[in-house]
C-alpha cells in the first residue's frame, strides 16, 4: 500500500480536538473478526453519513458472518481512493458519486455495486465572525468560498448552491484545501469567507460556535430547495476485473453492508449510535444527534436508484465537469444490490 494511503493514530482524518473527539478504532474493529477469513482492503472517507455501514458491519460482526476480514481501513479523499483501486491497492472504494463518476468517465474500469446515501450530504457555512455580514448564499458574491478539493463532490455542491442563488461561477472565488480532515476544516473557516461541510463537521461547526449555516442540507424544505430530487450520493465501487475475478467477494460484502442498513434504519438514532459511537471514538449522544438528522437519508437496502444517479450526473453537469453523456448501464453493477427507481 502506498504510504501516502496510510492513515496512523497520530494523523487520523477523524482527529478532533476536544471531547468529541474522533479516532476510528480500526485495528480493534479489525481484530474482533475472526482470525480466519477472506482478506479485503478497504477505502473510505470519513464522512459518518459513508463511512457508518462499514463500522456497524465490523462491529455487529456482519462481516464475520460472511467470511471476510477487513486488512485495513484506509482514509482519505476521493480522488486518492479512486486512484489507490487503479492501481490495484485497493478492493473497494467508498465515496461520492461524483468522484466515481468522473474516474469513470476518464476511462477508468470501475463499477458502482452499492448505494449508502438516498441525499445529497453537503450543507455551507460561514464563519461566525461574518454573521453581520453574510446571511444569505447570494451575499458570498466576490467571496472566497472553501471545499476538500477542487474538482470534488464538495466543490460541484458549492457550485450548485452558487447557481442556485442567482450568481455565476466566475462571481465567487473557489478553493481546494487537499483534506477531508475535520480538524483542518473546522479550523480553516475563520480564513474564507464559506466553506463545505458535512457530518460531523456541520454539527461540531454549530456546536462549537465557529460557524453558521448558509445551506444546512438537513433543515425540513432544503434539500428540496437546494438539490431538488433524491441523489446516489455516497456508492462503494469495485473494479471490473474484480467484478469478473471475485464476485463471490463482492457479493459477501454486499450481503454484510445490506445488513447494516437495515440495522441503523430500523433501529432508533439512540441504539444505532450505542453500535457506532466507540468506533468513532464519538460520545453516543453527539453520534445521535447527527443520527436523528441523518438516519432516514440511509439507503433501506443498498440497492443503485436510476433516479438517484440522474441527479447525481446532473450536478456535475450544472458544475461543467460532465465533459460526455454517461448511462446508467455504463456506471452501475446491478447484479449485486439490484436496482431501485
Known amino acids: 500500500m502506498n504510504k501516502k494511503l496510510e492513515i496512523d493514530r497520530r494523523s487520523c482524518l477523524f482527529g478532533l480536538l476536544g471531547a468529541a473527539t474522533i479516532v476510528p478504532a480500526i ?4 481484530s474482533a473478526q475472526n482470525s480466519e477469513g477472506i482478506q479485503i482492503r478497504w477505502g473510505s472517507s470519513p464522512a459518518i453519513e459513508l463511512v457508518l455501514p462499514v463500522f456497524v458491519a465490523m462491529k455487529q460482526g456482519y462481516l464475520a458472518e460472511q467470511g471476510l476480514k477487513l486488512d485495513r481501513v484506509t482514509l482519505a479523499p476521493g480522488v486518492r481512493l479512486r486512484e489507490a483501486m487503479a492501481a490495484g491497492e485497493l ?7 461524483s468522484t466515481y463518476i468522473l474516474g469513470r468517465q476518464a476511462g477508468l474500469a470501475q463499477k458502482i455495486v452499492f448505494q449508502y446515501f438516498t441525499k445529497e450530504i453537503f450543507s455551507l457555512f460561514a464563519p461566525i465572525k461574518n454573521q453581520d455580514k453574510i446571511k444569505t448564499v447570494a451575499d458570498l458574491k466576490g467571496k472566497v468560498i472553501a471545499v476538500s478539493a477542487l474538482g470534488t463532490s464538495a466543490h460541484m455542491s458549492a457550485i450548485n448552491f452558487v447557481n442556485k442563488a442567482g450568481l455565476k461561477v466566475d462571481e465567487v472565488t473557489f478553493v481546494g484545501l487537499n483534506s477531508t480532515d475535520p480538524a483542518t476544516l473546522l479550523t480553516a473557516i475563520d480564513q474564507f469567507d464559506a466553506i463545505v461541510t458535512w457530518e460531523p463537521i456541520s454539527t461540531l461547526m454549530m456546536d462549537r460556535k465557529a460557524g453558521y449555516p448558509l445551506v444546512d442540507i438537513y433543515a425540513p424544505g432544503s434539500h428540496e430547495k437546494w438539490i431538488g430530487n433524491d441523489s446516489a450520493s455516497e456508492v462503494l465501487w469495485v ?7 471475485r464476485p463471490e467477494v463482492i457479493q459477501r460484502a454486499v450481503n454484510a453492508l445490506k445488513k447494516s442498513m437495515a440495522f441503523i434504519r430500523s433501529n432508533s438514532p439512540q ?5 457506532g459511537a466507540d468506533s468513532f471514538k464519538m460520545e453516543r449522544a453527539m453520534l445521535a444527534r447527527i443520527l436523528e438528522r441523518t438516519k432516514n437519508s440511509f439507503s433501506s437496502d443498498g440497492r443503485i436508484s436510476r433516479a438517484g444517479m440522474n441527479t447525481a450526473l446532473e450536478l456535475l453537469r450544472g458544475g461543467g465537469l460532465l465533459k460526455k453523456e454517461l448511462k446508467f448501464e455504463d456506471l452501475v453493477e446491478l447484479r449485486f444490490a439490484g436496482v431501485t427507481d
Open 239 to 245: 473494479s471490473e476485473e474484480m467484478i469478473a475475478k
Open 91 to 97: 478492493d473497494f472504494a467508498e465515496n461520492a458519486s
Open 27 to 30: 485495528p480493534s474493529l479489525s
Open 271 to 275: 441504539d444505532v449510535a450505542a453500535v
